[in-house]
């Protein structure tokens, strides 16, 4: 079935830009979805399509899509950012969602 | 006020069937704008797509699980249920129920998340 790869961690300093990443293969092809998970709470969509916003998600949240990797930007990070963020997918070939393994962003 | 809301057993023994329920708050089950599904979440963190379900009773299920759950659809009570037979170990997740995006297609992005019930599963 279809993979998708996360790097575990990213850390930032508050008020910089964090970035990321959700590889796969052409991933370019399909849509990518991403999730925040506070710490004890139940995930939250923060992008879908690629690079669209739920309402009341700020706009610091951005994504990207190209090739063979999917991006997520979250712009003047803060404290309150600090969270997994998981990217997910459709995999076509076999009828089913396909989860990133979730990287923790970390606020320095 | 829009939410929903899973309960479960908590604690199960191998073997067993695991029956768990999603309350939905605020918005029609059998509303033809969604569709409905589980994810469950390891202690790992680890996020497996379960099965989805449309209003009209359709269901789609994650191949691996297939031989083994079930999803249903009780309009008059509002809710959703799942049923996962002859339970693991591998099991013990935290279970959510989620709504899709509004007139989207399977495999698109869940919009809405329960809190979740865990689920421990002993031998």
């Known amino acids: 079935s279809y993979v998708v790869t996360q790097a575990p961690s990213v850390s930032v300093a508050p008020g910089k830009t964090a970035t990321i990443t959700c590889g796969g293969d052409?991933?370019?092809?399909?849509?990518v979805n991403w999730y925040q998970q506070r710490p004890g709470q139940a995930p939250v969509l923060v992008i879908y399509y690629d690079g669209d916003r739920p309402s009341g998600i700020p706009d610091r949240f951005s994504g990207s899509n190209s090739g063979n990797t999917a991006t997520l930007t979250i712009s003047r990070v803060d404290a309150g950012d600090e969270a997994d963020y998981f990217c997910?997918?459709?995999?076509?070939?076999?009828?089913?969602?396909?989860f990133g393994s979730g990287t923790t962003v970390t606020v320095l | 006020q829009l939410q929903l809301q899973e309960s479960g057993p908590g604690l199960m023994k191998s073997s067993e069937t695991l029956s768990l329920t999603c309350t939905v708050s605020g918005v029609s089950i059998n509303s033809i704008n969604y569709y409905w599904g589980w994810i469950r979440q390891t202690p790992g963190k680890g996020l497996e797509w379960i099965g989805s379900m449309f209003y009209n009773g359709r269901a789609h299920y994650n191949p691996s699980l297939r031989s083994r759950v079930s999803m249903s659809v009780d309009t008059a009570k509002n809710h959703m249920s799942l049923s996962l037979t002859s339970v693991t170990a591998a099991d013990t997740a935290k279970y959510y129920c989620?709504?899709?995006?509004?007139?989207?297609?399977?495999?698109?992005?869940?919009?809405?998340w329960g809190q979740g019930t865990l689920v421990t599963v002993s031998s």
């Open positions: 989620a709504r899709g995006l509004e007139m989207a297609a399977l495999g698109d992005a869940f919009d809405l």
């Open positions: 052409n991933i370019r092809s399909k849509t």
């Open positions: 997910q997918v459709w995999d076509s070939d076999t009828d089913q969602y396909v």
